[in-house]
């Protein structure tokens, strides 16, 4: 009798294990689109004859996506480093990928594709090259354009103000910050025309204040003869940095100069939110912590959240057992700021002993 009961003791733990593995598996499967970055929509093209080689369209819309995966990631300065990364190289770092809407007209062949890179794939690879990611974070900012004619000295907030009337004319889906421009007021132009003398030591608090933005952007555009002197006061994360730039040769009346001022205007404001935002992947901060194995939702959340962390490049199983499961993260940031993270998502961990253990 006892035998038996020692048996049946037995069976029921190996119930417990191989059912807790299998829902592991489950899980693991599940979230495995968070370890991921997601390129849609690269429309690839090509005559249709003769030379027609699909491999080769395939590989140009690879190319494609991974500059545009790069320009999300990495600042303009590091994406020129690695912008020649061969097809061989980045076609390792893909995990999958789906053509849609194939079609031939007069004789060319368009279709889109959507590409799925591996997100560790990929940091592994920037960390060779020396170069640190970024986490590709969507912000939304105000923007306040002026345009200041100096032979005139007249100021332009709307009206005549070709900053204001085309900034968002154009936008591309790997660009992170979203402008928000301020509305037509006549109170607003007469209080800068106001302190037109002193306009580039303004705080605008009374225009920023008007919306719910913490992050905006101050444009003062200095229009010569041909030439333009800006300054942008960048707010981000309550951090301020001030830019000049120094355009010669500029008319922005030929819509050409236009366009390679607005370009290069945003490409530095993107280049600094993402600086803002990125990952030292040379930090592998080892972390051990400690969760009850029998408390399956948390452990589903807790993996969900591990798997949504950017700054965690790996973590596993390092010991189970019948009361409580150690897993093993590879942090790349500061154990502070590892466990604000943890916190946000509604963890609270005991830090007392070496082991961290999930409350």
């Known amino acids: 009798m006892q035998i038996f009961d020692k048996l049946l003791r037995l069976q029921k733990v190996y119930i417990f294990f191989i059912s807790f593995v299998l829902f592991i598996i489950i899980f693991?499967?599940?979230?495995l689109h968070a370890n991921s970055f997601k390129v849609s929509d690269i429309e690839i093209s090509s005559p249709f004859d003769l030379k027609f080689n699909k491999i080769r369209v395939m590989d140009k819309g690879f190319q494609n996506s991974f500059l545009n995966l790069l320009t999300m990631i990495t600042t303009s300065g590091d994406k020129n480093k690695i912008k020649n990364t061969t097809v061989k190289e980045l076609k390792a770092m893909i995990d999958s990928f789906t053509i849609s809407d194939e079609k031939f007209i007069n004789n060319e062949y368009f279709a889109k594709l959507e590409t799925t890179f591996n997100k560790k794939k990929v940091f592994n690879f920037l960390e060779r090259k020396n170069i640190f990611p970024s986490i590709p974070i969507k912000n939304k900012v105000l923007l306040i354009p002026i345009l200041v004619e100096i032979e005139t000295d007249n100021i332009f907030l709307f009206d005549s103000n070709i900053f204001y009337e085309k900034w968002n004319n154009e936008s591309k889906n790997y660009q992170l910050l979203d402008y928000l421009l301020p509305s037509e007021?006549?109170?607003d132009l007469n209080k800068i025309q106001e302190i037109s003398k002193s306009i580039d030591s303004y705080n605008f608090l009374n225009l920023i204040t008007k919306y719910d933005l913490d992050d905006y952007i101050i444009l003062i555009i200095y229009k010569g003869k041909n030439e333009i002197n800006v300054l942008s006061k960048i707010n981000l994360n309550n951090s301020l940095k001030v830019y000049n730039h120094r355009y010669s040769g500029i008319n922005l009346d030929d819509d050409k100069d236009f366009q390679k001022v607005l370009k290069n205007l945003k490409i530095t404001y993107e280049d600094y939110w993402k600086k803002k935002n990125q990952i030292n992947t040379s930090i592998k901060l080892p972390i051990t912590v400690s969760i009850n194995s029998r408390s399956h939702k948390k452990i589903m959340q807790l993996e969900e959240t591990l798997t949504n962390f950017d700054l965690i490049s790996?973590?596993?199983?390092?010991?189970?057992?019948s009361e409580t499961i150690q897993y093993r993260v590879v942090y790349n940031g500061s154990p502070k700021n590892f466990l604000n993270n943890m916190n946000k998502n509604n963890f609270d961990?005991?830090?007392?002993?070496?082991?961290?253990?999930?409350?």
């Open 28 to 31: 693991s499967t599940t979230y």
């Open 185 to 187: 007021d006549l109170e």
């Open 314 to 321: 790996d973590f596993y199983i390092l010991k189970i057992n």
């Open 349 to 359: 961990l005991d830090t007392k002993n070496k082991i961290w253990i999930i409350r």
